[in-house]
Antibody, heavy 119, light 110 residues
């Protein structure tokens, strides 16, 4: 079945770095845009970044622009999020999501991986 | 990138209908039919319930419906059931080629 599984979360000090991964299965990964969305503890959803199917296009929320980099490896059916210069406010559950074919929605979500930024 | 505006909470009794509003701007909700709604029960990942303003993915009950007028989209849940209790989020594609979510609405089934 269609599945997304995130990994790579953990505890990191302010200013540190972390790389999240998302393994996709059950669909043709290279046909879809992919996105990262995060949710701080007790807060709502915040869109973070997206990448086009061929990696030609990327975009970021202002809150992470210049610090986070999204990438993908279609041969490995994997999506990544490199997070640098982490701040306490980056503490959240990070979800990987498949973008619907007409870019209208996120139609498949992973269960998320938790990132905690604290000294 | 300001969040879309949703009421913090709504409630209704089993069998009743509730409507959750989602107000954006002419740069997001008002410009595109790329409005979607997500259901998130406590401790779980979000689930797509409505896409392109009013379309339901396979498996979503027809009790869930969506609409849009100007800069405001709405999600209506009719025939409320206990299992509908969850947080609901709207989302829209924007003129900056980004997505924006609403702040979320907690639905309580009384």
């Amino acid at each position: 079945q269609v599945q997304l599984v995130e990994s790579g979360g953990g505890l990191v000090k302010p200013g540190g770095s972390l790389r999240l991964s998302c393994a996709a299965s059950g669909f043709t990964f290279s046909d879809y845009y992919m996105s990262w969305i995060r949710q701080a503890p007790g807060k709502g959803l915040e869109w973070v970044s997206y990448i086009s199917s061929s990696s030609s296009y990327t975009n970021y929320a202002d809150s992470v622009k210049g610090r986070f980099t999204i990438s993908r490896d279609n041969a490995k059916n994997s999506l990544y999020l490199q997070m640098n210069s982490l701040r306490a406010e980056d503490t959240a559950v990070y979800y990987c999501a498949r973008v619907g074919q007409w870019l209208t929605d996120m139609d498949v979500w992973g269960k998320g991986t938790t990132v905690t930024v604290s000294s | 990138q300001s969040a879309l505006t949703q009421p913090p909470s709504v409630s209704g009794s089993p069998g009743q209908s509730v409507t959750i509003s989602c107000t954006g701007t002419s740069s997001d909700v008002g410009s595109y039919n790329r409005v979607s709604w997500y259901q998130q029960p406590p401790g779980t990942a979000p689930k797509l319930m409505i896409y392109e303003v009013s379309n339901r993915p396979s498996g979503v009950p027809d009790r869930f419906s969506g609409s849009k007028s100007g800069n405001t989209a709405s999600l209506t849940i009719s025939g409320l059931q206990a299992e509908d209790e969850a947080d609901y989020y709207c989302s829209s594609y924007t003129s900056s080629s980004t997505w924006v979510f609403g702040g979320g609405t907690k639905l309580t089934v009384l």
